[in-house]
């Protein structure tokens, strides 16, 4: 089965990841209601400076309003309510710029200190004495805090929290006004609210789905940064981004700085490239505004070693204002070449016997033999291959088959053998652990089940033991077809035999003596499961 792949992408590292699919609005929500929306994480980092400013503003303006009124008025509980507001955004400021608690409950807060706002603004309607100022703030205060989902993009359940305060505010403080003051009772007085609280919801709801349609955009970008780097990666050493001058180094990966033996970031390009080649650099950067450009170039260490390369130079267009020489604009990938690679390497003094040895195995594994007939048993059985040949008996695999056949399929076995050692994915079946025996699915000729290599979790394919997939023909085929076509990601095979079945298998050998009796060899296979 194809192995399952999770991409984490974060464009805040530092405190968002983005991950798809996005949040929705509460769970309490009728269906015909819920929308989608962007997760709450990402809302609270895109507000967290208006918020900020929002609420120091509105604690200064407390605090003001308590130096001018307090002289030529004796609201004392007013007063006092506006002392209470300024202290608590103040508060809440520095719990958003600290960032103490979690994404939720910030918004939790936050909706709660502007319901808090809301009563204190129109409670003080109550203490004014002016009919026709009592009727402004009144109105000031219907339509400032409706407005307020809407301009920072609460999610739904936050703005129809806050909405449904203030219309519910509204309602309760103007009946209070009407029997305080004498007022003849106005139902259009509430309809005007309600009509206010479904109009701005609406709009909380329409700039919810525009908040969550550029973090899509935001997450599909993301994806596509992170699979055009990957490839980089594989194509290219390292990767570094010049300024639009091209003089300036904006950014730099990691393995540039451990090609160069140094910190090359913010600094100018003439520091790692020599004096001949600034100029070819800068020809590159002229004509890769037009087209990418291949440059073959040279840089020099922090060592003065010099290293040739070979650098992919695309221009990306600049709309931003801004300082052009802080901006990337040019994104450079760096192949070291084949001279580059190999020069001034550290020479290792080896011991002539392990030399000799080291010349013996490499000439053991590059002398593969072709249509040569070779019998397993005149093997040396001190080496690993011989000690894998006499367990597998292949004289036991090759009964009945003819002799040309016999033949064929012993030398196919040595030579799968000798490149399984070859290549370093030959197991021995003492590192597997079998113990679990968990069934994760079966198909026409082979079982997986979950094991263990080493202590980590694979899962394990072996060819069933029935009359038809018993025979030694599918080892070699399903193991050599694992090893080309690596449509799962192959850690490695082993060809010892295996006495190990699952239930079904467990049941038939129960009926039969004979099946019990008989072992074949098994095909291990090593995935990463998820």
Request: aromatic share 8%; glycine share 8%; net charge neutral.
């Amino acid at each position: 089965s194809d192995s399952l792949h999770s991409v984490q992408i974060g464009l805040l590292p530092q405190t968002v990841c983005l991950a798809m699919p996005h949040s929705t609005s509460g769970l309490w929500w009728p269906t015909c209601l819920r929308f989608k929306q962007a997760p709450t994480a990402w809302l609270m980092e895109l507000n967290r400076k208006p918020l900020c400013v929002v609420l120091a503003v509105t604690s200064c303006s407390c605090f003001t309003f308590i130096g001018l009124f307090a002289a030529t008025t004796d609201m004392t509980l007013g007063l006092g309510g506006y002392c209470c507001g300024g202290l608590l955004s103040m508060a809440i400021v520095i719990v958003l710029y600290k960032r103490v608690v979690r994404a939720k409950m910030e918004m939790g807060i936050v909706v709660l200190v502007f319901m808090c706002l809301a009563a204190g603004s129109s409670a003080l309607v109550l203490f004014t004495g002016e009919y026709d100022f009592r009727v402004r703030m009144h109105c000031m205060s219907m339509q400032i805090w409706k407005t307020t989902p809407a301009i920072f993009g609460f999610s739904g359940t936050a703005a129809a929290s806050l909405i449904s305060w203030s219309l519910c505010l509204d309602i309760v403080i103007w009946e209070f006004v009407i029997r305080y003051w004498g007022h003849p009772s106005e139902l259009r007085v509430h309809f005007t609210s309600l009509l206010y609280s479904i109009g701005w919801f609406g709009v909380a709801w329409m700039n919810a789905g525009r908040l969550c349609s550029i973090f899509d955009a935001q997450v599909a970008l993301a994806a596509e940064k992170a699979l055009m780097e990957s490839i980089i990666s594989m194509l290219c050493d390292a990767t570094v981004w010049l300024s639009d001058d091209g003089n300036t180094i904006v950014r730099a990966d990691q393995r540039l700085n451990l090609i160069l033996g140094r910190n090359v970031e913010g600094q100018r390009v003439d520091s790692i490239l020599p004096p001949c080649e600034q100029e070819r650099l800068q020809g590159g950067v002229s004509q890769a505004r037009a087209a990418p450009v291949l440059l073959p170039s040279t840089l020099r260490s922090s060592t003065g070693r010099i290293i040739s390369v070979d650098m992919f130079i695309v221009n990306r267009d600049i709309n931003a204002k801004g300082e052009k020489d802080q901006t990337p604009a040019f994104l450079i990938g760096l192949r070291v070449g084949c001279e580059g690679r190999g020069e001034d390497l550290p020479e290792i003094a080896m011991n002539p016997h392990h030399v000799k040895k080291l010349a013996e195995r490499q000439l053991e594994a590059e002398q593969l033999p072709e249509d040569a007939i070779s019998r397993v048993t005149s093997m040396p059985e001190t080496t690993t291959t011989g000690r894998i040949f006499d367990n597998l008996n292949v004289q036991r695999l090759t009964r009945g088959m003819p002799e040309d056949q016999a033949n064929d399929f012993r030398s196919g076995m040595e030579k799968l053998t000798r490149l399984g050692e070859s290549e370093r994915w030959l197991l021995s079946f003492q590192d597997i652990d079998l113990s679990s025996k968990e069934l994760l699915g079966t198909g026409a000729f082979g079982v997986v089940f979950s094991a263990r290599l080493h202590g980590s979790p694979i899962a394990v394919k072996t060819t069933k033991r029935d009359v038809d997939n018993g025979k030694a023909e599918h080892l070699m085929v399903m193991t050599n077809e694992i090893r080309v076509l690596r449509h799962v990601l192959s850690h490695g095979a082993c060809i010892e035999p295996v006495r190990f079945w699952n239930r079904r298998e467990k049941n038939d050998a129960e009926r039969s003596r004979s099946c019990r009796k008989r072992s074949s060899a098994d095909a291990l296979l090593r995935a990463r499961h998820g």
